[in-house]
């Protein structure tokens, strides 16, 4: 099926998202579906009871205003949501993606996610940016929470906008769920023809050096054009160099169960690996 669900909002680098879906579903050629979810966030704190401070008929009066006001308010989000929506599909066909839909829904962004996780192969997501000083914050909750909850390999743009990569960096650490992200990756389509780096941030031991080797080999033996690179110190400071001089490239991870780069991915230091990194990450499952 190859189906990308690309998640977009008006919040952070929509285009960039837009522009990596539509480079996924062609090198794929699977379908496109772009989501836009309206989640409800109340600006006025519920109404309590004021009828013995301001009377019965100023508090209906009051309740009618404010209904009144969120229903208009419900409808210019929906009419945004839909210009967004066709926003997204003229700009992914006009970059050479064919299967395109898009879907507006009212709820929970990440109830909605896992709601769809099964017909969906790929989500594509991006990040939110501070307005005043468009710099990077920290990885946004529901971006986490994605990651954490759905069992689709994920990618996520961490820049304003979109650079097709040239190369694939893969974040190993020699764990079973490491090895196993490397066999997929060596014949996924995603990435078929370019060149990989297998990188590995552990202190320079024999151990070490085995392992990066027989990963090389793993790629090399599918066809793959691989090459290594062993770097001591934590995943978190070494990889984000390391990627930058490989840019533009694409950072890859598996799900690795408890190793180094699990906590990498799921704990406080996925921040500062979005935050420093300038080329997208794709965890691959």
Same mark, same amino acid.
């Given at each position: 099926?190859?189906?990308?669900?690309?998640?977009?909002?008006?919040?952070?680098?929509?285009?960039?998202?837009?522009?990596?879906?539509?480079?996924?579903?062609?090198?794929?050629?699977?379908?496109?579906?772009?989501?836009?979810?309206?989640?409800?966030?109340?600006?006025?704190?519920?109404?309590?009871?004021?009828?013995?401070?301001?009377?019965?008929?100023?508090?209906?009066?009051?309740?009618?205003?404010?209904?009144?006001?969120?229903?208009?308010?419900?409808?210019?989000?929906?009419?945004?949501?839909?210009?967004?929506?066709?926003?997204? =599909?003229? =700009?992914?066909?006009?970059?050479?993606? =064919?299967?395109?839909?898009?879907?507006?829904?009212?709820?929970?962004?990440?109830?909605?996610?896992?709601?769809?996780?099964?017909?969906?192969?790929?989500?594509?997501?991006?990040?939110?940016? %501070?307005?005043?000083?468009?710099?990077?914050?920290?990885?946004? %909750?529901?971006?986490?929470?994605?990651?954490?909850?759905?069992?689709?390999?994920?990618?996520?743009?961490?820049?304003?906008?979109?650079?097709?990569?040239? =190369?694939?960096?893969?974040?190993?650490?020699?764990?079973?769920?490491?090895?196993?992200?490397?066999?997929?990756?060596?014949?996924?389509? @995603?990435?078929?023809?370019?060149?990989?780096?297998?990188?590995?941030?552990?202190?320079?031991?024999?151990?070490?050096?085995?392992?990066?080797?027989?990963?090389?080999?793993?790629?090399?033996?599918?066809?793959? %054009?691989?090459?290594?690179?062993?770097?001591?110190?934590?995943?978190?400071?070494?990889?984000?160099?390391?990627?930058?001089?490989?840019?533009?490239?694409? @950072?890859?991870?598996?799900?690795?169960?408890?190793?180094?780069?699990?906590?990498?991915?799921?704990?406080?230091?996925?921040?500062?690996?979005?935050?420093?990194?300038?080329?997208?990450?794709?965890?691959?499952?």
């Amino acid at each position: 099926m190859n189906k990308i669900l690309a998640c977009i909002d008006t919040r952070g680098n929509t285009d960039a998202v837009i522009d990596w879906a539509a480079w996924a579903a062609v090198r794929l050629d699977g379908p496109l579906e772009f989501l836009h979810v309206l989640e409800r966030h109340p600006e006025v704190a519920a109404v309590t009871d004021f009828s013995g401070a301001i009377g019965v008929d100023a508090q209906e009066s009051l309740l009618k205003e404010l209904s009144d006001q969120d229903e208009q308010q419900s409808v210019a989000m929906r009419n945004a949501g839909r210009g967004l929506l066709s926003h997204a =599909r003229n =700009r992914a066909a006009a970059a050479g993606a =064919r299967r395109l839909d898009a879907r507006l829904r009212h709820g929970d962004f990440i109830d909605t996610a896992i709601e769809l996780q099964g017909e969906v192969d790929l989500f594509v997501l991006g990040e939110h940016y %501070h307005a005043a000083a468009q710099a990077r914050t920290r990885a946004e %909750h529901h971006l986490e929470r994605v990651i954490r909850s759905v069992s689709s390999s994920v990618l996520v743009a961490t820049a304003e906008a979109f650079e097709a990569p040239q =190369r694939v960096v893969v974040a190993f650490d020699g764990s079973p769920g490491a090895r196993k992200a490397l066999a997929r990756l060596a014949t996924h389509p @995603l990435v078929a023809g370019l060149p990989v780096l297998v990188a590995m941030a552990a202190p320079d031991t024999p151990a070490a050096r085995q392992q990066i080797k027989e990963a090389r080999t793993v790629l090399q033996s599918a066809g793959a %054009h691989a090459e290594a690179e062993l770097a001591a110190g934590e995943p978190h400071h070494v990889l984000p160099e390391l990627v930058k001089r490989q840019a533009p490239a694409l @950072l890859v991870m598996g799900a690795f169960g408890h190793s180094r780069l699990r906590q990498l991915l799921f704990g406080s230091t996925t921040a500062s690996l979005l935050r420093l990194s300038d080329v997208p990450v794709l965890i691959l499952r």
